[in-house]
């Protein structure tokens, strides 16, 4: 009994770090409030100073009809992709992936932040519907 407990204890620390690990919608919807000034998602998001992220999980970068990027990521998308990875190197310090980027901001510094964030991002298809 004793070993059954323990399997199921050590099972139930593996979805849990995996869960953290994939970061949580409901607090990465807290942490976009600070981008929301910039950039809307949602099936009424519009293109703000920043291109609404319905979709953005996926997308090839410059994709946004009705946007006008910076030709510095323009230059640079030749094929690329915002997955996971991407957007996390570009939430934590946008100039290190595109330094001539129109994006002002900073960066999320928390690790945690930006996968919240990116989890919540993900919750959302093209169309701004949800997944």
């Not at 030749?78 to 595109?98: A, F, N, Q, R, S």
Request: net charge neutral.
């Amino acid at each position: 009994m004793q070993r059954l407990l323990m399997i199921a204890g050590t099972a139930l620390l593996a979805l849990t770090v995996q869960a953290s690990a994939e970061g949580d919608p409901a607090k990465g919807e807290k942490v976009f409030k600070k981008c929301a000034a910039c950039h809307a998602v949602g099936p009424e998001a519009k293109n703000k100073v920043g291109p609404e992220l319905n979709g953005i999980v996926g997308r090839a970068w410059g994709a946004v009809d009705g946007y006008k990027y910076s030709a510095n990521l323009l230059e640079l998308a030749d094929g690329k992709v915002w997955d996971e990875e991407t957007l996390d190197v570009y939430l934590t310090k946008p100039k290190d992936l595109i330094p001539k980027g129109k994006m002002a901001f900073a960066g999320l510094k928390k690790e945690d932040d930006r996968a919240n964030v990116i989890a919540y991002l993900n919750q959302y298809n093209e169309d701004g519907s949800s997944k």
